[in-house]
């Protein structure tokens, strides 16, 4: 994982394009909310100016220092971005009639503080006109009140554009499956880490992400195809779908007026997730390749620079071409040698052994390096996509579960004491990877040892210390830090992901998809419940929207309209979406909802205490390291 011969550390064309155009910025760059909280504070990244320590990758130090360059940049005239004010880029685009914001960041702090400082450089009174998310991941949409409101896109003043599908991927995402993957994001993002050069210093991507108000106004338009123009604040635009890349809903477009291509994340200064740690569906990187060689035909000889939703631009029509090429060839070339190792009968870990490297010359592309995904995790994603969790070998086809598995490896190998003195051995020897496999036994059959756990953490920080790439550092120095406190306290330094400001922004039927996953099946399973929920009301007085919710064999099926087989409600509840997703985050209760006039019932309202009772929340903070 350390940076490899062959990269031209004279060249300095990244740090040109990175500070080209530069503006304005903020001094110093830190964003707070309301109440005075910093929600986004890049000056933590300015000891990255220093020469690389022993305690860091040279290469990843180098990303990092590109990353936390941030402030207000024009691109061409007519077209500008907002970096360095959260994760991901903001593009703002002028129109003859009004602005074109794209991918609002994460927070909306960080996105009204990026849209203020565009406006005192450009002194413009356009409005925003429309809003675009380029895909479904939350830096691209979460910050979309700091630019507009829910009444101008209820009021059609400001139109909301996104991919085809991106509601469902959004919820999928961040909702369903959002507290397992908040959790495990914590580790990649260094969410905790001190900034420092034994600490975080970036991840490839980005810097860090912004701790402030998230949140989602569902789309008015959608692209369906490729080829799709909208005009949008006075300027066109021609989009490309490119479903399941980067994201399983996302899109580029291209602005035929400015000769500028966006491509959201399907092409980096850095090589991306196949599959990221935090978890995701895996990606299809074949489809992923073959999308960057339609966006190279269609728009390739007709852009002068190429932007994305990350990092810095490129510009020039041979140099955005290179880049599109090898971005392409990065992502073939690791689905299509996967593909032909599993073939020859190799396993997910042997082929991440076996394909070390890209070829010289993607080798030496610094955009293609794997500062944020790595040609080792993705080739076993492949091989996932492909072939599953099982390689085949019926010995592992029933293990144990972690704990008995460690406890019976450790009394197999002579007990706590003597494979943590072995082990100590194989540290002092430079076999860290086996170090932390077997101190792993240890640390899960005996949690309090001490020993053994800062020796795993000691472990981890020399792991980290090699690495490229800047998620497997965090995740390793996040362990490290778990290991290391004995309060358990480390695994609840952040919230239970539950959605948050995104679940406010959901359809009632994405919003029961995120609550069926909730539902305690064993104990569910001797229930049978039949709830119709009522929300709004038409010009006639009648529900706008309504549904069934059926609780049978331990499932909740959310059902439009009315019971199957004429099976009649046990209760009614007439309300507003709001005031039920308000009860799913804990903001009220249905006796709270009730008093208050926001929630009518009919029938037994003991079926709806049995309902919520039968639900369990999202465990915050699990533990990682420890069992």
């Known amino acids: 994982m350390t940076a490899a011969p062959g990269l031209d550390w004279d060249d300095p064309t990244d740090l040109a394009n990175a500070t080209r155009g530069r503006l304005d910025t903020l001094t110093p760059c830190m964003i707070r909310n309301a109440e005075g909280r910093v929600v986004w504070d890049n000056e933590r990244w300015s000891f990255l100016a220093e020469d690389c320590p022993a305690t860091a990758d040279p290469s990843l130090w180098r990303q990092g220092r590109l990353n936390s360059l941030h402030g207000l940049f024009e691109v061409v005239e007519g077209v500008y971005q907002i970096r360095g004010f959260d994760v991901s880029n903001m593009t703002i685009i002028e129109g003859t009639e009004g602005l074109v914001i794209v991918d609002p960041l994460i927070s909306e702090e960080c996105a009204a503080a990026g849209l203020a400082l565009y406006h005192a450089n450009r002194g413009t009174a356009l409005p925003v006109a429309a809003v675009i998310y380029s895909h479904s991941h939350t830096d691209h949409f979460g910050g979309v009140r700091g630019v507009t409101s829910d009444a101008d896109v209820a009021e059609g003043r400001v139109r909301i554009v996104a991919p085809e599908g991106f509601m469902e991927e959004a919820v999928s995402e961040n909702v369903v499956a959002g507290p397992a993957m908040l959790r495990r994001a914590q580790y990649m993002y260094g969410v905790g880490l001190p900034a420092a050069p034994d600490g975080a210093i970036g991840f490839g991507l980005g810097q860090g992400t912004s701790s402030g108000k998230v949140g989602l106004i569902p789309p008015t338009d959608l692209i369906t195809e490729t080829g799709q123009v909208l005009e949008l604040g006075g300027i066109r635009l021609e989009f490309q779908l490119t479903p399941g890349t980067e994201a399983p809903a996302e899109m580029n477009f291209f602005i035929p007026g400015r000769r500028v291509l966006l491509v959201a994340e399907n092409a980096n200064h850095t090589l991306h997730n196949v599959l990221t740690l935090r978890g995701a569906l895996v990606r299809d990187a074949q489809a992923w390749a073959a999308y960057l060689t339609e966006t190279i035909t269609l728009y390739a000889d007709r852009s002068d620079a190429l932007i994305g939703s990350h990092h810095w631009p490129t510009w020039g029509r041979t140099e955005l071409l290179t880049m599109l090429s090898e971005q392409r060839d990065a992502y073939a070339y690791l689905h299509d040698q996967t593909v032909r190792l599993m073939n020859q009968g190799l396993t997910g870990a042997e082929i991440a052994e076996e394909l070390a490297a890209f070829p010289p010359q993607l080798a030496a592309a610094w955009h293609a390096r794997g500062y944020y995904g790595s040609l080792s995790h993705n080739s076993k994603a492949v091989y996932q996509r492909y072939m599953g969790w099982f ?120 919003v029961f998809k995120a609550l069926a996953v909730r539902v305690d099946g064993p104990r569910a399973a001797e229930h049978r419940l039949v709830m119709r929920w009522e929300f709004g009301a038409d010009d006639a007085g009648a529900p706008a929207d309504v549904w069934t919710l059926l609780l049978a064999n331990g499932v909740l099926t959310p059902i439009r309209g009315h019971a199957p087989g004429g099976e009649q409600p046990q209760v009614t509840v007439r309300t507003a979406l709001d005031v039920l997703v308000g009860m799913l985050g804990r903001r009220t209760t249905l006796a709270e909802a009730v008093a208050s006039g926001g929630a009518e019932l009919d029938g037994d309202a003991g079926v709806l205490r049995t309902f919520f009772g039968l639900l369990q929340a999202p465990r915050a903070g699990f533990p990682l390291v420890l069992p």
């Open 391 to 510: 390689d085949g070998n019926p010995a592992h086809l029933w293990q144990h579960p972690p704990v008995a598995a460690a406890e019976r490896y450790v009394e197999f190998m002579g007990g706590a004491e003597a494979v943590v003195k072995k082990a100590r051995e194989t540290v002092d020897s430079g076999d860290l990877r086996f170090a932390a496999e077997v101190l792993n036994h240890v640390v899960f059959a005996d949690p309090d040892h001490r020993e053994a756990r800062e020796l795993q953490a000691e472990t981890f920080e020399k792991l980290a210390h090699a690495c490229e790439n800047g998620t497997w550092r965090n995740f390793y120095l996040s362990g490290a830090r778990d290991l290391r406190d004995f309060s358990g306290q480390g695994a609840k330094t952040s919230g239970s992901g539950s959605g948050g400001g995104i679940a406010w922004g959901l359809p009632a039927g994405q």
